[in-house]
């Protein structure tokens, strides 16, 4: 059996990923579902949230581990496991991307929403008036995030959401070959997706490379709508063998 770390993305906490986290745990695998900095019960002030600081939680999640793990990212928490990957490289057997930004050497999380003309995020983000967060318009985030979930599921999530800092998104990866290009990397590209549209997730993972790619055809929170589907995947991600140790 293997150690999962699953990681979540903008706006949401470890909880996005309970019906997952069950479901791998019912197979015998053990599963960690971290809240980053200023998310679910994190109350790190927004104002000090940074891709780094998110990047020092989920290393000190892999440190905790006895094995090394399989390391997974939701939406902007595909940024987070890429650069925890340079800087833990042997201690991750694989990292999974789950419709994420999967990004190359000095790119940042905007380069690639921006352009994104089907996606429906970044044209409805409002922002604090300092610019340091921003959440999703009422009326667009039911579309734009979870077309395919049940409507109690929904109503649940919203409760939970938290504003999203900004320095994240707007800070380049530093990704090495020694390090980060060591780590097997697998996508999971959702095919209705309209927060990043499916025509932007192949360019990343066709740009980036990956050893396998998992296709559902359903919303941007699988975690969700498919989660029977994304423990499969996950858990066949899980059958590669880690990067040697450092």
Same mark, same amino acid.
């Given at each position: 059996?293997?150690?999962?770390?699953?990681?979540?993305? *903008?706006?949401?906490?470890?909880?996005?990923?309970?019906?997952?986290?069950?479901?791998?745990?019912?197979?015998?695998?053990?599963?960690?579902?971290?809240?980053?900095?200023?998310?679910?019960?994190?109350?790190?002030?927004?104002?000090?949230?940074?891709?780094?600081?998110?990047?020092?939680?989920?290393?000190?999640?892999?440190?905790?581990?006895?094995?090394?793990?399989?390391?997974?990212?939701?939406?902007?928490?595909?940024?987070?496991?890429?650069?925890?990957?340079?800087?833990?490289?042997?201690?991750?057997?694989?990292?999974?991307?789950?419709?994420?930004?999967?990004?190359?050497?000095?790119?940042?999380?905007?380069?690639?929403?921006?352009?994104?003309?089907?996606?429906?995020?970044?044209?409805?983000?409002?922002?604090?008036?300092?610019?340091?967060?921003?959440?999703?318009?009422?009326?667009?985030?039911?579309?734009?995030?979870?077309?395919? +979930?049940?409507?109690?599921?929904?109503?649940?999530?919203?409760?939970?959401?938290?504003?999203?800092?900004?320095?994240?998104?707007?800070?380049?990866?530093?990704?090495?070959?020694?390090?980060?290009?060591?780590?097997?990397?697998?996508?999971?590209?959702? $095919?209705?997706?309209?927060?990043?549209?499916?025509?932007?997730?192949?360019?990343?993972? *066709?740009? *980036?490379?990956?050893?396998?790619?998992?296709?559902?055809? +359903?919303?941007?929170?699988?975690?969700?709508?498919?989660?029977?589907? $994304?423990?499969? +995947? $996950?858990?066949?991600?899980?059958?590669?063998?880690? *990067?040697?140790?450092?």
């Amino acid at each position: 059996m293997s150690t999962f770390i699953l990681i979540h993305g *903008a706006w949401h906490g470890g909880w996005a990923w309970g019906n997952v986290a069950t479901l791998l745990r019912a197979q015998g695998h053990t599963v960690h579902a971290p809240d980053l900095p200023g998310h679910g019960s994190d109350k790190t002030p927004v104002n000090q949230v940074t891709l780094q600081v998110y990047v020092d939680r989920v290393a000190a999640a892999i440190d905790a581990c006895a094995e090394p793990v399989v390391l997974a990212g939701h939406s902007m928490g595909g940024v987070v496991i890429s650069q925890t990957a340079e800087q833990r490289p042997g201690r991750i057997s694989a990292l999974v991307y789950v419709c994420a930004f999967l990004l190359r050497d000095g790119e940042c999380l905007l380069q690639w929403s921006e352009p994104d003309r089907e996606g429906m995020v970044t044209p409805n983000l409002a922002f604090s008036a300092d610019r340091k967060s921003a959440t999703i318009r009422t009326g667009a985030i039911l579309q734009a995030l979870y077309g395919d +979930c049940k409507a109690e599921d929904v109503k649940q999530i919203q409760s939970l959401l938290v504003p999203q800092a900004t320095a994240p998104l707007s800070t380049p990866v530093h990704l090495t070959e020694p390090n980060y290009e060591r780590v097997p990397r697998f996508y999971v590209e959702c $095919l209705r997706d309209r927060a990043i549209s499916i025509s932007i997730q192949r360019q990343m993972y *066709a740009a *980036a490379g990956c050893k396998q790619v998992f296709t559902l055809d +359903c919303d941007h929170s699988p975690m969700y709508s498919r989660p029977g589907e $994304l423990a499969r +995947c $996950l858990a066949e991600t899980a059958q590669v063998k880690p *990067a040697a140790a450092d």
